[in-house]
């Protein structure tokens, strides 16, 4: 299955939106983990260390089916997000183990 990115860009009062939104945007980014679909998933910071947005990389059929799971994703939904994009990325590393260079 193709891997895709879902970059999300807090808006100017995510943090509370973050607060309200973040059990439910866990739960949802649970399910796909336990699907085994979630290559990673963390937060964006600034240089004090505070949250500025979200990145998950994750698997889907297609960029259509990865862009209609984001939309609803809680943060997307919630407004935790001033913006947000979807794109396909094609992994390079880390290599499989076993395969020679």
Not at 14 to 31: F, I
Not at 52 to 78: C, H, I, Q
């Amino acid at each position: 299955m193709p891997w895709f990115a879902l970059i999300g860009r807090d808006g100017p009062d995510a943090l509370e939106r973050r607060r309200r939104q973040r059990p439910a945007h866990l739960d949802a980014v649970a399910r796909l983990d336990a699907q085994g679909r979630v290559r990673y998933g963390g937060f964006l910071k600034n240089e004090r260390g505070e949250p500025t947005g979200s990145l998950l990389v994750f698997e889907a059929e297609n960029l259509g089916a990865a862009k209609a799971l984001a939309a609803g994703d809680p943060y997307v939904l919630g407004g935790v997000f001033e913006s947000y994009e979807v794109v396909e990325t094609e992994p390079v590393f880390p290599k499989p183990r076993g395969v020679a260079a």
